[in-house]
């Protein structure tokens, strides 16, 4: 009789075999990359529901800095909110209508403004730099880490703590009569 040789990937079980292959795989994720204040952010791909050019926010009364006012983008009222002000830098002066607005998914119905809209990058996971070279809390709160590409160092925002951090305000101590 004849004997075949044994092939070790064909002991192995399928499954298995195909997690250590994911497992070697770098994982990539895709950046939706903008502009606003000439700094350049980015948001996860997954966490954009779509752009719109040239909206005028309606104004909120005595909103934080970060908050620009509120848009209707795809009969959706959202929160527009600016970037360069959720950082922790000055906030940036915006025209009355706003160039670019990212809709962004999720229930707190929020959107972020920009100069301009870049392009979808894909980067490898481990790419990603923390942000501990961010200098203040807030700051560490919204940027997720740091991606660099064709020589531009790009903030990816985390878009769980945008709100959060958009109305986030030192508790004053209030006078007593």
Same mark, same amino acid.
């Given at each position: 009789?004849?004997?075949?040789?044994?092939?070790?990937?064909?002991?192995?079980?399928?499954?298995?075999?195909?997690?250590?292959?994911?497992?070697?795989?770098?994982?990539?994720?895709?950046?939706?990359?903008?502009?606003?204040?000439?700094?350049?952010?980015? @948001?996860?791909?997954?966490?954009?529901?779509?752009?719109?050019?040239?909206?005028?926010?309606?104004?909120?009364?005595?909103?934080?800095?970060?908050?620009?006012?509120? #848009?209707? #983008?795809?009969?959706?009222?959202?929160?527009?909110?600016?970037?360069?002000?959720?950082?922790?830098?000055?906030?940036?002066?915006?025209?009355?209508?706003?160039?670019? @607005?990212?809709?962004?998914?999720?229930?707190?119905?929020?959107?972020?403004?920009?100069?301009?809209?870049?392009?979808?990058?894909?980067?490898?996971?481990?790419?990603?730099?923390?942000?501990?070279?961010?200098?203040?809390?807030?700051?560490?709160?919204?940027?997720?880490?740091?991606?660099?590409?064709?020589?531009?160092?790009?903030?990816?925002?985390?878009?769980?703590?945008?709100?959060?951090?958009? @109305?986030?305000?030192?508790?004053?101590?209030?006078?007593?009569?």
């Amino acid at each position: 009789m004849h004997q075949r040789s044994r092939n070790p990937l064909m002991s192995t079980p399928i499954s298995e075999a195909t997690n250590q292959e994911a497992e070697s795989e770098p994982q990539l994720r895709d950046l939706f990359s903008f502009v606003a204040g000439g700094r350049y952010f980015a @948001v996860f791909a997954e966490d954009v529901e779509g752009t719109v050019d040239t909206k005028r926010p309606a104004v909120l009364p005595n909103a934080p800095p970060a908050v620009l006012g509120v #848009v209707c #983008v795809r009969g959706r009222m959202l929160t527009t909110l600016d970037p360069i002000a959720l950082v922790g830098e000055d906030a940036n002066s915006w025209p009355a209508e706003l160039p670019c @607005v990212i809709a962004l998914r999720g229930d707190e119905q929020l959107a972020l403004a920009a100069d301009s809209l870049g392009e979808t990058i894909t980067v490898a996971a481990t790419d990603i730099e923390t942000a501990a070279g961010v200098a203040e809390d807030q700051a560490r709160q919204v940027v997720t880490g740091i991606s660099r590409h064709a020589g531009q160092e790009i903030a990816i925002l985390n878009t769980g703590n945008l709100f959060s951090a958009a @109305v986030h305000r030192q508790e004053r101590r209030r006078r007593r009569f």
